[in-house]
């Protein structure tokens, strides 16, 4: 389905759940004022039947009223979560319109990164800014699954990810997730609810899926092993003596209740540390459970026929996590203090919580394990499906063997993050050829080379590229394109950018793993006899290396390096206007238009 269609067909289904939505909303309101009615009618009766001293017989009818009460209790919290699921599902939908129009979603739905390092790739590209590609792709759940993607995207050098296997492994999943195109908008409404009751306005933190790991109890038991052996006695003679002192006025001994903070002192600090780490779970536990159970139906499938969640049931993952969101929302009532030290004071509340989520943990561990990995692996692989789904004239990438002799090339290549497509092919580049790429200020060198290598990282990473056909082997990605001066280190333009280009020239260097090197415009900072014999150079010595380079530059001095091959963009002069057509040509420029921008912005200067 193209694009526009998509968008149309989101933005009227989220035009009838909103008249859908107000509508509900006039039925809260009104079932608000039954209730009112039901309960006032409720206490009316009883105080003028206690004000007349009636029999208690006429009492009984006040019951009546006390269930409607109820019952329309009941019908308000159903309804009530009925309509945030409706809100939820509006949201989804105006959030998908807007990551296909790609214009504006960064701003007002992409997720917000704080990285604590980011690599020179990423700078370059963009990749973790408000309007980069990873607030646009994500659309992971998980914390664990974020991090993922965020690693897929922006790999260590050391990461084993980009093995062959790895990345045909990863291709396999999302293309079996891409085929079943009615459960991706499922999966993202479902994955909505995670987020029932918040502000989706907010960039709210993910579920940390590692906090249902937490093993804190088992810590505690091996610290006091005895407070294990004594609480279920201490909590059932405490249970004994509340009938005995009501019905039969026997005294309630203080020394148990005494005996009882002793211990809630020793545990205490311990049991809401572990408590804490689970609060953040509560309410969300009911939406992973119905997650699981879909995925699990879907049986999505890698290359190698395994399926997720293989050697589990629907029942298996129902009846545990049902399990665990019982105990979650014991665990919330310890949110309240006094209500927590009176729990404790009495029934050493917090222990049998503990014991109830080691015995849980103990017998669904093997499953524990199994759905959060695999969880996580779908997750983080999910928003390439969902690019596909949303753009379906992207292509699978072909990811070439070891032994391939061919290098990078494509078709109808285009930045997915320009929603002006602009289509360029790439000519094969093969180990050893440089691409020098001249041509007019503005006239789209530097999208070129971004389209390249957003494309590439999409494809190592087992997604969808934005072209027709995409090929290319197992490679590592170096760009320079934004480098910056940094007055705290007293390191100029000039010399970061010869940082930079140092780092790339070592790591291609006797390398095992051919390299994709993208460069624009370098050495600026310099005279230009200096920056054109530099410029020779580093060409040089990408060409005695495994390297696939293109090079933007306005030097043409560097058409003269041996077996450069030359490609161009060009502008036209149409009505006295610069027109820009961002098409890729053969050979080196033959115009530049330096001059004719300083004039058309009103510098009209003497240049002779």
């Not at 629907?314 to 030290?341: C, Q």
């Not at 100029?492 to 790339?504: C, G, Q, W």
Request: hydrophobic share 45%; aromatic share 12%; net charge positive.
């Amino acid at each position: 389905m193209k694009p526009p269609i998509l968008i149309d067909r989101l933005s009227r289904r989220a035009g009838k759940l909103k008249r859908f939505y107000d509508r509900v909303s006039i039925l809260l309101f009104k079932l608000s004022l039954f209730r009112l009615i039901s309960f006032c009618a409720f206490v009316l009766w009883i105080s003028v039947f206690y004000y007349f001293h009636s029999s208690v017989f006429y009492y009984f009818p006040s019951l009546v009223f006390l269930l409607i009460f109820f019952f329309f209790i009941g019908r308000y919290k159903k309804i009530l979560s009925t309509r945030e699921k409706i809100r939820l599902w509006i949201f989804v939908l105006e959030r998908e319109s807007a990551r296909i129009g790609i214009k504006g979603f960064g701003k007002k739905f992409g997720t917000k990164v704080v990285l604590e390092k980011i690599s020179p790739l990423a700078r370059d590209l963009d990749l973790f800014r408000e309007t980069g590609l990873f607030p646009w792709l994500d659309t992971t759940f998980t914390s664990t699954a974020e991090r993922r993607l965020i690693s897929l995207l922006d790999p260590e050098d050391s990461s084993t990810d980009f093995k062959r296997e790895n990345i045909l492994l990863r291709q396999s999943i999302v293309r079996s997730i891409s085929e079943k195109e009615l459960a991706i908008p499922k999966i993202l409404r479902l994955s909505s609810y995670l987020k029932k009751n918040r502000d989706l306005s907010l960039n709210q933190e993910k579920m940390e899926m590692k906090l249902i790991h937490n093993d804190g109890a088992s810590e505690l038991w091996k610290r006091y092993p005895w407070l294990k052996r004594i609480y279920r006695p201490v909590a059932i003679l405490v249970l004994a003596f509340i009938p005995a002192n009501v019905f039969l006025g026997a005294p309630f001994p203080a020394s148990v209740l005494f005996l009882n903070l002793i211990l809630f002192g020793l545990y205490r600090s311990r049991s809401l540390e572990i408590f804490r780490q689970y609060y953040s779970l509560s309410g969300s536990i009911e939406g992973l459970q119905k997650i699981l159970i879909y995925l699990k139906g879907l049986n999505v499938r890698d290359k190698n026929g395994k399926s997720l969640l293989r050697g589990t049931s629907k029942e298996e993952l129902k009846s545990a996590y049902e399990g665990l969101d019982r105990i979650l929302k014991r665990v919330a009532l310890t949110e309240a203090p006094l209500l927590h030290l009176i729990l404790n004071s009495l029934f050493l509340y917090d222990l049998w919580i503990l014991g109830k989520i080691s015995k849980w943990k103990e017998k669904h561990s093997a499953l524990l394990e199994k759905s959060i990995d695999d969880l996580t692996v779908f997750d983080s692989l999910f928003p390439f499906a969902n690019l596909k789904w949303m753009f379906s004239d992207y292509c699978f990438p072909e990811i070439l063997s070891e032994n391939s002799k061919e290098g990078i090339s494509g078709e109808d290549l285009f930045h997915p993050l320009l929603s002006f497509r602009v289509s360029n092919p790439l000519d094969q580049v093969l180990e050893g050829n440089i691409v020098l790429i001249t041509g007019s200020n503005m006239s789209g060198k530097t999208t070129y080379l971004r389209t390249i290598a957003v494309s590439s990282i999409l494809a190592l990473a087992g997604g969808p590229a934005p072209a027709s056909r995409f090929s290319l082997p197992v490679l590592k990605i170096h760009t320079s394109m934004r480098n910056e001066d940094n007055l705290e280190e007293g390191i100029s333009f000039f010399y970061a950018e010869v940082r930079r280009l140092s780092e790339i020239v070592k790591k291609i260097q006797n390398s095992d793993l051919p390299h994709l090197v993208l460069l624009d415009e370098i050495l600026k900072g310099t005279n230009t006899r200096e920056r054109s014999l530099a410029c020779k150079g580093i060409l040089k010595e990408l060409k005695k290396n495994r390297v696939m380079g293109l090079v933007t530059s306005h030097d043409l001095e560097l058409a003269k390096v041996e077996d450069v091959i030359l490609k161009h963009f060009q502008e036209e002069i149409i009505n006295g206007s610069m027109c820009f057509d961002y098409k890729i040509r053969e050979g080196l420029v033959q115009t530049s238009n330096a001059l004719r921008i300083l004039v058309q912005e009103g510098l009209d200067l003497d240049f002779t």
